[in-house]
């Protein structure tokens, strides 16, 4: 049993009042219709604003005050210090940054809850976020409750001062700061994952998805398609191409700006690696084999003894699995998850094939786009918002136009797609101006792209250029393979 009823708390957070002197102007949300004092973009992003902070807090409703504490490694945060962060983040690049008279909700939380933005001042080290049991997570929540006010009244009162190139900026920042918290609502679940996973006694986040729920999100397509479904090679044309994002709609300056690169003819599957493939490659001795891994991935795996994917737990002929759910058995049919690079590239050398580049992913996805729409690619995916929290088997359905024997599937959502790019700057690649620059380029050493969402992703949140970047070890995020040649 959860100890605090997050759904209420967000309810309270609605209808919170803040009296706030930031600005000459500001006055109480409850006195004023949305709809008449809110242009309409305004309105738009902060009733997405309103409905993501909700869904943070949907995502912690399961975990007890103890849960939202744990930090087993470095690389995993507790989900107390997510649910901060994120808060501070809309404090700092918002309410801070923009207003002239603003004073900081409380000194100690903006020490605590600043991630790495060295230009915002002295942060806690990373490790030290899981000796946060001060504040106590009633405090951060209403730290978060106190910030969604803050920031309602901060834009209605940008809208009463009519001053639009400050409202352009704010605008700009608010959504960065809601693509920020889906970040953080997908770190929520891997984190959690990792961190009840080192549990001995295999805590459940959430109960399994019943049968009946499982079936009902198959449709019927499992049955008609098998043959579809086989895993073929689908010819791709290269050529000299453009890559990243055009600036239409929102990205991360790390998508930008758009340039050309010249790709090759080349064949990506049609689907992702399976663990009944991937079992093959272990069974043939694949981390056994010298000769198949990177010379940094080999001794990686002997240092850390790996013999299978993260969250395997192998026991005789039997293998189960550890999921948001608990422990299941294996399914052969799922794609392989949880793999880190340097798993993905032995796997693809043993196959006989390799890893796409994040240029080849990005060619293949539009391709994909002529057969269906973005948006019925984006319905059909599993993302977050279907709240199975683990990959699915191959599914058919998507698209009517083109032959099914170049239909790609699931490129969007169920699992991140290792690419074998490095992640580096594009050609002209600019950091956004100020602090909040620090937020993607500083990070451009040492880690590979990893292109298409997973089922901790939000649909609003993954487009074709997205990148994201993990270190070749990491195996912690939803990561899965899909072969090229
Ligand atoms: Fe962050």
């Known amino acids: 049993m959860a100890d605090f009823d997050f759904?209420?708390?967000?309810k309270d957070d609605k209808e919170v009042r803040v009296a706030t002197a930031?600005?000459?102007?500001?006055?109480?949300?409850?006195?004023?219709?949305?709809?008449?004092?809110y242009e309409r973009n305004t309105e738009k992003l902060l009733q997405r604003f309103t409905g993501l902070r909700a869904f943070s807090l949907e995502l912690a409703a399961p975990l007890s005050a103890e849960d939202?504490?744990?930090?087993?490694?470095?690389?995993?945060?507790?989900?107390?210090?997510?649910?901060?962060?994120?808060?501070?983040?809309?404090?700092?690049?918002i309410l801070d940054d923009l207003s002239q008279k603003y004073t900081c909700y409380n000194d100690k939380l903006y020490y605590i809850f600043n991630s790495y933005y060295k230009g915002a001042g002295e942060h806690l080290h990373r490790f030290h976020r899981g000796l946060l049991s001060h504040p106590p997570l009633k405090d951060v929540l209403a730290y978060r409750a106190e910030i969604n006010g803050r920031i309602k009244n901060f834009f209605l009162a940008l809208h009463k001062a009519k001053n639009d190139d400050l409202l352009n900026e704010a605008l700009a920042r608010l959504e960065i700061g809601l693509h920020h918290e889906n970040q953080h609502q997908e770190l929520i679940l891997t984190d959690i994952k990792y961190n009840f996973f080192c549990n001995p006694l295999y805590p459940s986040y959430m109960q399994q998805p019943?049968?009946?729920?499982?079936?009902?999100?198959?449709?019927?397509?499992?049955?008609?398609?098998?043959?579809?479904?086989?895993?073929?090679?689908?010819?791709?044309?290269?050529?000299?191409?453009?890559?990243?994002?055009?600036?239409?709609?929102?990205?991360?300056?790390?998508?930008?700006?758009?340039?050309?690169?010249?790709?090759?003819?080349?064949?990506?599957?049609?689907?992702?690696?399976?663990?009944?493939?991937?079992?093959q490659f272990i069974e043939a001795g694949g981390y056994q084999d010298f000769r198949l891994w990177l010379s940094d991935g080999?001794?990686?795996?002997?240092?850390?003894?790996?013999?299978?994917?993260?969250?395997?737990?192998?026991?005789?002929?039997?293998?189960?699995?550890?999921?948001?759910?608990?422990?299941?058995?294996?399914?052969?049919?799922?794609?392989?998850?949880?793999?880190?690079?340097?798993?993905?590239?032995?796997?693809?050398r043993w196959a006989g094939k390799r890893l796409p580049s994040?240029?080849?992913?990005?060619?293949?996805?539009?391709?994909?786009?002529?057969?269906?729409?973005?948006?019925?690619?984006?319905?059909?995916?599993?993302?977050?918002?279907?709240?199975?929290?683990?990959?699915?088997?191959?599914?058919a359905g998507v698209g009517s136009k083109g032959k099914s024997s170049d239909r790609l599937y699931q490129m969007y959502g169920n699992t991140w797609e290792w690419t074998v790019s490095a992640y580096l700057p594009y050609?002209?690649?600019?950091?956004?101006?100020?602090?909040?620059?620090?937020?993607?380029?500083?990070?451009?050493?040492?880690?590979?792209?990893?292109?298409?969402?997973?089922?901790?992703?939000?649909?609003?949140?993954?487009?074709?250029s997205y990148r994201n970047f993990f270190e070749a070890s990491k195996s912690w995020q939803f990561s899965g393979i899909r072969l090229a040649e």
């Open 358 to 395: 994040e240029f080849e992913w990005e060619l293949a996805f539009s391709k994909q786009e002529e057969q269906a729409s973005e948006e019925e690619l984006r319905e059909q995916a599993n993302f977050v918002e279907q709240r199975l929290f683990h990959p699915r088997e191959a599914r």
């Open 210 to 279: 019943s049968q009946e729920s499982l079936r009902s999100l198959e449709s019927n397509s499992l049955s008609k398609n098998r043959e579809e479904l086989a895993l073929r090679y689908v010819p791709i044309q290269g050529g000299l191409e453009k890559f990243g994002n055009d600036g239409k709609s929102f990205s991360y300056d790390n998508e930008r700006p758009l340039h050309k690169v010249f790709v090759e003819d080349f064949n990506l599957a049609n689907k992702t690696v399976t663990n009944y493939e991937y079992l």
């Open 298 to 348: 080999w001794d990686f795996i002997n240092k850390q003894n790996l013999k299978h994917p993260l969250y395997w737990l192998p026991s005789g002929k039997e293998c189960m699995v550890f999921t948001l759910g608990g422990l299941k058995p294996l399914n052969l049919a799922e794609p392989v998850c949880h793999v880190n690079f340097f798993e993905a590239d032995a796997y693809a």
């Open 22 to 37: 930031m600005e000459p102007g500001a006055t109480n949300l409850q006195s004023e219709s949305l709809a008449t004092s």
């Open 7 to 10: 759904r209420k708390l967000e």
């Open 427 to 464: 050609p002209g690649f600019r950091m956004e101006p100020g602090v909040i620059g620090e937020y993607n380029g500083k990070f451009m050493n040492g880690q590979r792209v990893l292109k298409g969402g997973s089922v901790a992703t939000s649909s609003s949140h993954i487009r074709r």
């Open 68 to 93: 939202c504490m744990l930090q087993a490694v470095t690389d995993v945060s507790p989900v107390k210090w997510h649910l901060g962060h994120s808060t501070w983040f809309f404090e700092k690049f």
